[in-house]
């Protein structure tokens, strides 16, 4: 079993979370996106892009949470992970995921908002967004959209999502 080192992203890793990213979906878009947010100001939170290494030190994974709003408040957006497909099904995901997760606690954000598969966020605590009357700003599964509150002592908001423009929606 592999074991995977985590930590925030620095400017050297740049090119290397672009790679894994081109190479872990059939087009650039996530890519672009992961460049776009990391330029916008009022989306990049240093710390909550986290990478996974494997044993000799190679960028095999990529999670990125930036700032988003639900309902007016303060959340992050999990968007995108990635993994280089030699390494899928590792626990490279995994590790990133808890790692930025973890970060984001640390720092005292509340609530973490994904769309992704059903199958696969629950394990990290994410549920259906809608069980907290949060709903995308386009038509999503509700199976597929979810969130994530950080802190079980707050009170989640609801309403809409407000993305950060590189999102495009």
Do not use: K
């Amino acid at each position: 079993m592999t074991v995977w080192t985590t930590r925030p992203e620095t400017a050297d890793d740049v090119a290397a979370v672009r790679a894994v990213n081109l190479a872990a979906f059939p087009t650039a878009e996530e890519a672009d996106l992961v460049d776009a947010l990391r330029a916008d100001t009022g989306a990049w939170l240093d710390g909550l892009s986290m990478i996974a290494l494997d044993p000799g030190g190679t960028v095999a994974g990529h999670a990125l949470l930036t700032r988003c709003h639900v309902g007016g408040a303060p959340a992050l957006a999990l968007a995108p992970t990635a993994v280089l497909p030699s390494v899928q099904r590792t626990g490279a995901g995994s590790a990133v995921i808890r790692a930025v997760l973890d970060a984001a606690r640390a720092r005292g954000e509340h609530l973490v908002v994904v769309l992704g598969h059903a199958d696969y966020y629950p394990r990290f605590g994410f549920s259906r967004a809608s069980r907290f009357g949060i709903r995308a700003p386009f038509e999503a599964p509700d199976e597929a959209l979810m969130a994530l509150a950080l802190d079980d002592t707050r009170p989640v908001p609801g309403g809409t999502i407000a993305y950060a423009a590189a999102f495009g929606v």
